[in-house]
């Protein structure tokens, strides 16, 4: 829920998107050089929501916080009376539980110095991420600086931690909506800002392991793809790497689950897992996805083949990006190689195009044969028991010399 706040239009409040739907306070503030950037009908081509929702859908209550009025000179002491309006605010809104407010202010060169001196007089807010400026003394409060270019990580002041980002252009580059938005840097960026600000508010912190385990039963245990889309956010999207298969935002991506995903895995389709990381925003697992090929066509994995009679064992890697409680994006990668080799697709030689090094060219119908490095079944069994098999053994390969 947006709140706009009566008789202020530069403030409004967004309640917490998550599930559980209370968080800390957490002001956003931004000028107005960057006012048309934080639009509510400005274009994008990402799906990467506007600050104010992103964060609120990590299960913070937000504080969009707009200094139109602050930018001349003469006014730059009410930017200490507009904090202290956010946070009464703030105290108004039942879903904004906690003490401890955060801050986050956008390429504000111009607003920066200030904002951090009204921050000795703003006791409540324990924490500052900036982007595109870093103060040259040291802070009232912890401060991470986020800065575009290449200068080194390091900071001498104390109090503020610094990290650059060699593809940003400026300290836009988090905004969605900016000609100088990076994809790559803005995720990186956030992650970073959760990890700073999280231990210093005291969360909101949820348990990934159980919202991506939930996740799974609902695709492969219950197969129900309205109860798979419950548990992501808005705009959600899944990337299956080795095959391009998967869905960009919540209809496209509805869509890929009911037609060509949840119904479409084996009667037997099981994950076992092999090893999980958890982070503060992510889950990395490694898992064996097993199955057997036998009544139809997996086309989010072999898109196309047939189906075989063979078992698969595939080891693969997922990267899930949860944002708050619920599930963003999903990278999920495997070696096709082993796929095809399993399933009696893939040939152990294959004719090789090149000039060998230092070789004549060959007549009479000879060629060359390469063996394909490429392992089946082996590659499941090593990754659950390094002991399953030996190491190295590709590393005799070599090519072979055919006639006719």
């Known amino acids: 829920m947006v709140i ?3 008789s202020y239009p530069l403030l409004r409040i967004q309640t ?11 002001i956003i503030v931004s000028g107005r050089n960057v006012q048309d950037s934080l639009a509510e009908d400005a274009v994008t081509q990402t799906l990467d929501p506007q600050p104010r929702k992103k964060w609120a859908e990590e299960g913070y209550t937000v504080a969009d916080l707009r200094l139109d009025d602050v930018l001349s000179p003469h006014r730059r002491w009410e930017i200490k009376e507009q ?28 607003i920066s110095p200030y904002l951090i001196k009204a921050l000795q007089d703003v006791p409540q807010i324990k924490a500052a991420v ?20 290449n200068v080194g990580p390091k900071s001498d002041v104390p109090g503020v931690t610094i990290h650059t980002y060699p593809s940003a252009k400026d300290g836009c580059f988090a905004l969605p909506a900016h000609a100088s938005f990076s994809a790559s840097a803005a995720a990186v960026s956030h992650t970073r800002s959760l990890s700073f600000l999280k231990p210093i508010m005291k969360g909101p912190y949820f348990d990934l392991e159980a919202i991506w385990d939930e996740h799974t039963r609902f695709e492969f245990e219950d197969r129900s793809v309205e109860e798979t889309m419950k548990t992501m956010v808005d705009e959600p999207y899944v990337n299956h790497v080795p095959t391009l298969t ?46 057997t090929h036998n009544n139809r066509t997996i086309d989010w994995l072999i898109p196309g083949i047939p189906p075989t009679g063979r078992k698969l064992s595939v080891p693969m890697t997922s990267i899930v990006n949860i944002r708050g409680d ?26 090789f195009p090149y000039p060998l090094p230092g070789s004549q060219m060959l007549g009479d119908g000879t060629r060359w044969e390469y063996r394909v490095p490429v392992a089946g079944l082996e590659t ?10 030996a190491s190295n053994e590709m590393l005799e390969y070599q090519v072979r010399r055919v006639s006719g």
Do not use: M
């Open 4 to 6: 706009q706040v009566e």
């Open 16 to 26: 917490p998107l998550s599930r559980r739907g209370t968080g800390p306070g957490l």
């Open 83 to 110: 904090l202290v309006k956010a946070l009464e605010k703030l105290g108004q809104v039942k879903e904004c539980q906690g003490e401890a407010i955060g801050l986050i202010a956008f390429h504000e060169e111009f």
């Open 130 to 149: 900036f982007y595109g400026w870093s103060p040259s003394e040291a802070p009232p409060v912890p401060v991470l600086a986020h800065l575009p270019g």
């Open 246 to 291: 998967g869905g960009i935002g919540r209809a496209d991506l509805t869509r890929f689950y009911r037609d060509h995903f949840i119904f479409s895995n084996p009667d037997d389709a099981k994950l076992e897992l092999v090893s999980r990381t958890v982070g503060i925003d992510r889950v990395v697992d490694e898992f064996l996805f097993e199955c």
């Open 326 to 351: 619920k599930l963003y994006h999903e990278h999920i990668a495997w070696d096709q190689g082993t796929v095809l080799r399993q399933l009696g697709l893939l040939p152990e030689y294959l004719p």
């Open 380 to 389: 499941s069994q090593k990754l659950a028991d390094e002991r399953s098999c």
